[in-house]
């Protein structure tokens, strides 16, 4: 499946941002997932997703401020993220799994979008 971020731009400390991630093709089949990654570090986990949407796992860092969602039946994966940090600044990545269970790291994701930049400044 092939995934496309946007959403992303630059946005005062406390704002909002949605991001989206649209499939080429059905992703019911997919765990799917957001991942960031900062300048000179490594690519990070945010959220993920289960097939059906009923389970969701987070980053301790944006758990209560961001939340992940997913339309399957437009195909499409958000990230709602709100009061936002200058430390959330980073290069967001969509990215689907063919596993079954929800997972963080990032070599069992199977397809990733390009990317969306998020800056947040103070």
């Known amino acids: 499946v092939q995934l496309q971020a946007s959403g992303g731009g630059l946005v005062q400390a406390g704002g909002s941002l949605r991001l989206s991630c649209a499939a080429s093709?059905?992703?019911?089949?997919?765990?799917m997932g957001w991942f960031r990654q900062a300048p000179g570090k490594e690519r990070e986990f945010v959220a993920s997703i289960s097939r059906t949407g009923h389970s969701k796992y987070y980053k301790e860092a944006v758990k209560g401020r961001f939340t992940i969602s997913r339309d399957n039946a437009k195909n499409t994966v958000y990230l709602q993220m709100n009061s936002l940090r200058p430390e959330d600044t980073a290069v967001y990545y969509c990215?689907?799994?063919?596993?079954?269970?929800?997972?963080?790291?990032?070599?069992?994701?199977?397809?990733w979008g390009q990317g969306t930049q998020v800056t947040v400044y103070s």
């Open positions: 093709g059905g992703i019911l089949r997919y765990v």
């Open positions: 990215a689907a799994s063919s596993g079954s269970y929800i997972r963080t790291v990032t070599t069992l994701y199977n397809s």
